[in-house]
């Protein structure tokens, strides 16, 4: 039973750092490369543009701290948008309950929608996502997910603004 419960709280805390990311300054002044990402824009631009929160995740790629973000237990229908370009990204729809205390998706609504990108910060490799458009963090993705797809997209709700189904 003991070596249960260490199992426990040692998978707790590796799904918790997977998740999360150290903020790391902007000193380029753009949030990504503009040849790669179309609507990109520069850090002063997303600083007016964005809530001190969402700059803070989007633009210099950190996290919100788990189980206290707006749309972790958020259980309504409905679609999640980009915070930056009000684009459609996640669906209620295939949204699921993934223990990490962010919002975690088995699919985007649309996969153009967003970019993989390699993620070595913190002494680990990830896939970042990015929205396609801007090239602005929205969190990473696992491939420990539930079925059809088997994958988690761990996401930052900062990142997102949730629209109700009508």
């Known amino acids: 039973m003991k ?21 790391t300054s902007n000193a380029g002044g753009l949030s990504r490369d503009i040849k790669k990402y179309p609507a990109a824009k520069s850090a002063a631009y997303w600083k007016q543009a964005l809530s001190a929160q969402a700059y803070d995740i989007m633009v210099n790629s950190g996290t919100e701290t788990p189980y206290k973000n707006p749309y972790w237990d958020n259980h309504k229908k409905g679609v999640y948008v980009s915070a930056a370009t009000g684009k459609p990204l996640f669906s209620s729809d295939t949204k699921f309950e993934s223990g990490t205390g962010w919002p975690s998706f088995f699919k ?16 680990m490799v990830r896939d970042e996502v990015v929205e396609a458009s801007t090239g602005l963090h929205l969190g990473h993705v696992f491939d420990d997910g539930p079925k059809p797809t088997g994958l988690r997209y761990c996401m930052n709700s900062y990142a997102l603004k949730f629209i109700p189904a009508k």
């Open 3 to 23: 070596t249960l419960k260490l199992f426990g709280i040692l998978m707790v805390a590796l799904a918790l750092n997977a998740c999360s990311q150290n903020k």
């Open 108 to 123: 985007p609504i649309d996969a153009k929608a967003i970019k993989i990108v390699r993620d070595a910060s913190d002494g």
